[in-house]
């Protein structure tokens, strides 16, 4: 399970065995988030994640975009990837 980055509270990862759309999932003390990075930014789902520590999460998978997206090409390659 890599992890993208811990800012704020807030780390990022994804699963070793995961599937696409590309996103990633974020969590914090309270909950947790998924967030499709590729091809656009946009909530999946949240679990129990507050507003504030919400609206960082989306603004951290936005300002990360790129280097989720290679870091997820690294790991999964892009053999079976639809993008």
Do not use: C
């Amino acid at each position: 399970m890599p992890t993208l980055f811990n800012i704020f509270g807030l780390r990022g990862f994804f699963y070793s065995e995961e599937h696409t759309p590309i996103h990633v999932h974020i969590v914090d003390g309270d909950g947790r988030v998924k967030i499709q990075v590729f091809p656009e930014v946009k909530l999946i789902s949240n679990e129990g994640m507050k507003p504030k520590n919400l609206k960082r999460a989306m603004q951290l998978a936005k300002m990360y975009k790129e280097d989720i997206i290679a870091k997820w090409y690294e790991y999964h390659g892009k053999e079976d990837q639809n993008n």
